[in-house]
């Protein structure tokens, strides 16, 4: 079997594998279980494998599955007139919008969400709370006013999103509070 495209990290260490009853045990070290957030009774599937380049080399690849991120976020609905999906999605975009998205409204009016999340690719922004929330949607209706559209309705509500793009060691390395707002798992 060849294994797939794999980025080698930079943490690495040398250890020497030692027996508990019939098992072997290798150690994980503290570096490398806080960059990809193992905790204790994680769960995995440990994988030999081989090369030949040109001398035999083995390797054992502990397989922890995909890291899976779920955060508690607000969304922003409004519905509008007079303006169209790109003004609005540039305006969230300038105010911390993750995403912006376009749903069915009634004619002559647009119905677009904004979701404000903290946990994106490569980084936490610091989370944004009711209060911030509704001081962004008086900005929003304010702009959109100036490009000539009105705000007809407007909705804070909390979503909850999963994300399946973040490496751990960017939620490892965070100094931001997200532990009443973000929870995650690996899954095999």
């Known amino acids: 079997m060849t294994v797939l495209s794999w980025n080698e ?24 279980s806080q960059r990809f957030l193992i905790k204790e009774g994680q769960e995995y599937t440990i994988l030999g494998m081989t090369r030949m380049r040109p001398d035999f080399e083995g390797a054992l690849q502990i397989y922890l599955g995909f890291f899976t991120v ?21 305006i ?15 004619e002559g009016q647009i119905h677009v969400y904004a979701v404000f999340n903290t946990v994106e690719k490569d980084r936490v922004r610091p989370p944004k709370t ?4 509704e001081g962004v949607l008086q900005k929003v209706k304010a702009e959109v006013e100036q490009l000539g559209g009105r705000i007809v309705g407007a909705e804070i509500s909390e979503v909850l999103l999963e994300n ?12 931001s509070r997200l532990e009443k707002n973000i929870t995650w798992k690996w899954e095999l």
């Open 164 to 175: 399946r793009q973040v490496d751990p060691a960017v939620l490892a390395k965070s100094s």
């Open 130 to 133: 009711r209060e911030s929330l």
């Open 9 to 32: 990290d930079t943490v690495s260490f040398k250890g020497v594998i030692r027996r508990s009853g019939n098992s072997l045990i290798a150690t994980i070290p503290p570096e490398l």
């Open 92 to 106: 969230f975009k300038s105010h911390g919008a993750g995403e912006v998205g376009e749903k069915p409204s009634k």
């Open 70 to 90: 779920y955060e508690k976020a607000f969304r922003v609905d409004v519905e509008a007139s007079g303006v169209g999906f790109a003004d609005l999605e540039r």
